[in-house]
């Protein structure tokens, strides 16, 4: 996930709308069909309520991607309450809003203009009034049930990544990010236990002793037993400068920790030495990701010596998270060019950014390993040191968000994203659905790390199809396209082949580092790939590499047959449109 932060109309700006708006609401509502009084306002608050929806509109108004249709949103979230009660529908017909429960007409409303988004959130507010006043169901839902069913399920509507998270959820999203005070620990369930995943480095807990894959078993006292992992979590939080007791099992004895709590942000890059070559495994991406990465390649240059040779930065199962540190972490390894453009409706989300530091590696050779579970901010850096001819990169395609969303802080604590721009590679193509392709399809391959060194070292590896085909992904038809979306579609990481020595990407890439020979040939491959069709533009087939049957060596075998079939069946291929 990529995230921005920007103001909107303050709060008491929104309350003076409001406010008069209750009072046009409540002359409308004294209009309709009689029902009962609300009475109980700990269950249901009109005044809070109207200011969510106005916060939660006006945000998507203002920043997503495409213009919404205010309207629609508004009356979709209005209809999820028949999740609720299934007799509860609202219709909007002629520019008359109408609430009903089953055949009795509750409430009856003129249409606001389109983008009157105070009264669209008032109306809002009337309908979920009028259900409770007539449904014990809907009268007994917490607030944030109903504001989850209706905001969820109007920004659903407007593309896959935009959603809600309610206060808590929140809550967590921000300790990721930003931070939070605890003891430096993340959690996981193990069966009926619950064992320390990460203990962060120089960490209240890494100070005190605790281990990663220690058993947690109290907290304060308290035994853990049965309990749910979010609440552990909350056991151990407090605040800063105060002292909480852990118990944890290690070697089947129990041991006891006391560990003043402190201000800790999640770590995500994590260095280990494989003989000559340093790995660097990033998880995610928050506000410490680049420096801790600057950091840590400095510590193995340090550690390594002279004779290290190259990196390895491992992204599988990166889900994302800040873009800006994405940015600056391929920055760390690239000294000049483009690295992300980033396009939008609102004009803060158009923006372009370009290498601005030298290489902290001192020109190391790079490889980069990912999969389907790279996304969003991960993929940015795949592609920003590939198409810089800076890495190398090893393993399947990229998950293809492509997309950012910036955050609405709503009164109830809980937050929006909203989908604002759209991400473009330094060359020019949209990560947005396919991603980013790999030179090396591990999962592709027939044979282990060593087929493809002799592939390369033979000199007959061409471009691979899958890669060239990747930049012009938009300009298929939608059945090459679906092709290509299968091809180099990792599952697992795959064991090496034959020999089962373990992960074949890592293997892979320390058998490409310890040859620097090879690693600069699968760049120039890489490269070739790139602008192999950029000179074929007016051609009515998909381009064919020099050497096909050299395909075979890469475990590619039918992948390019598959997709060169599918363009010489009956459907034309499309030509680059005219820039």
């Known amino acids: 996930m990529q995230f921005c932060e920007f103001g909107r109309r303050s709060i008491g700006e929104r309350k003076g709308l409001i406010g008069a708006l209750m009072l046009v609401a409540a002359l409308l509502l004294a209009s309709c069909a009689s029902r009962p009084e609300i009475r109980d306002p700990r269950v249901f608050d009109r005044d809070v309520a109207a200011e969510f929806f106005s916060a939660a509109f006006e945000g998507i108004y203002a920043f997503h991607i495409d213009p919404p249709d205010i309207p629609h949103l508004a009356l979709k979230g209005m209809n999820a309450i028949s999740e609720l009660d299934g007799d509860f529908k609202v219709q909007l017909t002629e520019g008359r809003l109408r609430v009903t429960m089953a055949d009795s007409i509750l409430g009856e409303f003129k249409a606001p203009e389109r983008n009157d988004i105070p009264r669209w959130s008032m109306l809002t507010t009337a309908a979920i009034d009028l259900a409770r006043g007539s449904s014990k169901a809907v009268r007994n839902a917490d607030p944030e049930t109903l504001y989850r069913l209706i905001v969820q399920t109007a920004v659903?509507?407007?593309?896959?990544?935009?959603?809600?998270?309610?206060?808590?959820?929140?809550?967590?999203?921000?300790?990721?990010?930003?931070?939070?005070?605890?003891?430096?620990?993340?959690?996981?369930?193990?069966?009926?236990?619950?064992?320390?995943?990460?203990?962060?480095?120089?960490?209240?807990a890494s100070d005190a002793g605790v281990r990663t894959g220690d058993v947690l078993s109290e907290v304060d006292g308290q035994p853990i037993h049965g309990l749910a992992i979010v609440d552990v979590s909350q056991l151990i939080r407090g605040s800063e400068g105060e002292t909480v007791s852990i118990g944890i099992i290690r070697d089947k004895r129990l041991k006891h920790f006391s560990i003043q709590r402190a201000r800790v942000i999640e770590q995500t890059v994590f260095y280990r030495r494989h003989g000559n070559v340093a790995r660097f495994l990033v998880t995610a991406f928050n506000v410490h990701t680049a420096s801790a990465m600057r950091?840590?390649?400095?510590?193995?240059?340090?550690?390594?010596?002279?004779?290290?040779?190259?990196?390895?930065?491992?992204?599988?199962?990166?889900?994302g998270g800040i873009f800006k540190d994405a940015v600056a972490i391929s920055d760390l390894l690239i000294t000049e060019g483009d690295i992300l453009t980033t396009k939008g409706r609102h004009p803060k989300a158009v923006n372009h950014f370009e290498a601005q530091a030298d290489d902290v590696s001192d020109g190391l050779p790079v490889v980069v390993l990912i999969d389907k579970s790279s996304a969003s901010a991960s993929e940015i850096v795949a592609a920003a040191l590939q198409d810089a001819s800076r890495a190398v990169l090893i393993g399947g395609r990229t998950y293809g968000k492509g997309s950012v969303q910036t955050i609405v802080s709503l009164p109830n604590g809980g937050e929006l994203y909203v989908t604002w721009t759209k991400m473009y590679t330094p060359t020019g193509y949209p990560i947005s659905r396919f991603g980013?392709?790999?030179?090396?399809?591990?999962?592709?391959?027939?044979?282990?790390?060593?087929?493809?060194?002799?592939?390369?070292?033979?000199?007959?590896?061409?471009?691979?199809?899958?890669?060239?085909?990747?930049?012009?992904?938009?300009?298929?038809t939608h059945t090459q396209?679906?092709?290509?979306?299968?091809?180099?579609a990792t599952r697992a990481i795959r064991e090496e082949s034959g020999d089962g020595n373990g992960d074949l990407d890592l293997k892979l890439a320390q058998n490409l580092l310890s040859r620097p020979e090879l690693h600069t040939r699968l760049l120039a491959i890489s490269k070739s790939a790139r602008i192999g069709r950029s000179s074929q533009t007016s051609s009515s087939k998909p381009p064919t590499p020099s050497r096909a049957s050299s395909l075979d060596l890469m475990g590619a075998n039918g992948i390019f047959r598959k997709i060169q079939s599918l363009a010489n069946e009956d459907r034309t291929w499309q030509s680059r449109p005219p820039s």
């Open 156 to 204: 659903s509507e407007l593309d896959r990544f935009s959603r809600y998270a309610g206060a808590e959820a929140a809550r967590r999203n921000r300790a990721q990010r930003q931070g939070y005070t605890g003891i430096g620990v993340t959690l996981r369930q193990a069966g009926q236990r619950i064992v320390l995943s990460a203990v962060f480095e120089n960490s209240p």
């Open 295 to 319: 950091d840590k390649i400095s510590q193995a240059t340090r550690d390594i010596g002279k004779s290290i040779k190259g990196l390895i930065v491992d992204l599988r199962g990166n889900r």
């Open 436 to 476: 980013v392709y790999p030179v090396i399809c591990t999962n592709e391959l027939t044979g282990g790390a060593a087929a493809v060194i002799e592939a390369l070292e033979a000199e007959t590896m061409a471009p691979p199809t899958h890669l060239v085909l990747r930049h012009d992904a938009n300009y298929l």
């Open 481 to 488: 396209q679906e092709a290509l979306l299968r091809s180099c």
